[in-house]
């Protein structure tokens, strides 16, 4: 099963120290709602991984033509728990970047989660920036 957190891209300003603002809406009826644990609301690694998504989206529009792929978590916070319809609101900024943008690179981003204007989680991560073309990893490759 895949699971999309970024509905809409409100703003993008790609560059090494770009932001983004992004928003999804978590449906009441998603089903990782569902369970015994349903009171508890979205499990926080799906929290995190929202983040993760609204930064990889600034970091494919930094740089076209790459793969992202998180790499660390480096410190994430958790202030309340997300429930079923609410609609979430995340700001993601690059840090910086090390590496040779036309090749292989690691990024570092800091996100910040809200609902209604308050903050519910936060997370510094770090992503691999890989190019894609030539790779033959099989992303796209029919050899």
């Known amino acids: 099963m895949t699971f999309r957190f970024v509905d809409e891209v409100l703003s993008v300003e790609p560059g090494e120290t770009g932001k983004i603002t992004t928003t999804t809406l978590i449906p009441a009826s998603a089903p990782y709602l569902e369970g015994p644990f349903r009171s508890a609301g979205v499990p926080p690694s799906l929290l995190l991984e929202s983040l993760a998504q609204s930064a990889g989206y600034l970091i494919l529009a930094t740089f076209p ?8 978590v480096e410190e994430v916070q958790y202030r309340r728990p997300l429930s079923g319809g609410e609609r979430l609101t995340i700001r993601s900024e690059l840090l910086g970047f090390h590496g040779d943008p036309e090749t292989t690179g690691v990024a570092r981003a800091f996100g910040e989660a809200s609902v209604d204007g308050v903050s519910i989680a936060e997370a510094r991560l770090l992503f691999l920036v890989v190019r894609l073309e030539g790779l033959g990893a099989g992303w796209g490759d029919s050899r």
Not at 65 to 72: A, D, F, N, S
């Open 65 to 72: 033509g790459r793969g992202v792929l998180l790499i660390k």
